[in-house]
């Protein structure tokens, strides 16, 4: 069975800073997508990036991008210049392509705070 | 823009009350999921459906615990009798999957459902 692991309960960054948030994961799956959430004091769930296995260019969508490397089983997520905004906990969570289900299996999350 | 809504956003209740919850998924989704969220458990999945049909309710504590799409709009979760212990967040998510088609199948989320049994 798959499993995601996020480490790190608890993150802070000063405002403007960069910071990376870590997430491994246990597949015996060649093809699978990866996810990052962000789910803000309002607790809706918010997709932030998205990464299919089978690329090698790491995805990014503005100020968020990851760190992808499938041998290694890690799926960091990097956010620069961090505003306030950003303070959240943030999500990894593992989907199978072959397994029809479409599950997600999440990891037990990251708390950012963000210092003004 | 299209969402996923859920009702009621909050609910306190006593032990051993009915309490139902509802999701309305984005229009055109076919597949919805019922999660509960807690500070020990984290993100669970309870149970989800594809058109309509369940497809898997492991994770739901059958003697009290039942999910239903009556419709295509409507999805039900409900908890009879409830116990405090099931308090939670309790989310829905929608998405549409299609098999070899859609590169991502991303699921939207609805706001939550904030439980509290007394």
């Known amino acids: 069975a798959q499993t995601v692991t996020q480490s790190q309960p608890e993150m802070s960054v000063q405002e403007a800073e960069t910071v990376t948030l870590s997430c491994t994961y246990d597949?015996?799956?060649?093809?699978?997508?990866l996810f990052w959430y962000k789910q803000p004091p309002s607790r809706q769930m918010i997709l932030v990036i998205r990464q299919e296995a089978y690329k090698q260019q790491n995805a990014t969508e503005n100020r968020f991008s990851v760190n992808f490397q499938k041998a290694a089983k890690s799926f960091s997520l990097k956010i620069s210049d961090s505003q306030l905004g950003d303070a959240a906990m943030y999500f990894c969570?593992?989907?199978?392509?072959?397994?029809?289900?479409?599950?997600?299996?999440w990891g037990a999350g990251t708390k950012l705070i963000i210092k003004p | 823009d299209a969402r996923v809504t859920q009702t009621p956003r909050h609910k306190v209740t006593e032990m051993g009350q009915e309490v139902t919850m509802r999701c309305q998924p984005i229009?055109?989704?076919?597949?919805v999921f019922w999660y509960r969220q807690t500070m020990m458990q984290g993100l669970e999945l309870l149970a989800y459906?594809?058109?309509?049909?369940?497809?898997?309710d492991s994770g739901m504590p059958k003697d009290r615990f039942s999910a239903e799409m009556p419709d295509a709009t409507l999805a039900t979760l409900k908890i009879q009798p409830s116990e405090p212990r099931d308090s939670a967040v309790y989310f829905c998510a929608s998405g549409l999957f299609v098999w070899g088609g859609s590169l991502y199948n991303e699921q939207f989320f609805g706001p939550g459902t904030r439980l509290t049994v007394l």
């Open positions: 597949t015996s799956e060649s093809d699978y997508y």
């Open positions: 969570a593992y989907r199978s392509e072959v397994d029809s289900n479409y599950q997600l299996i």
């Open positions: 459906f594809r058109n309509r049909a369940p497809l898997d």
């Open positions: 229009l055109g989704h076919n597949t």
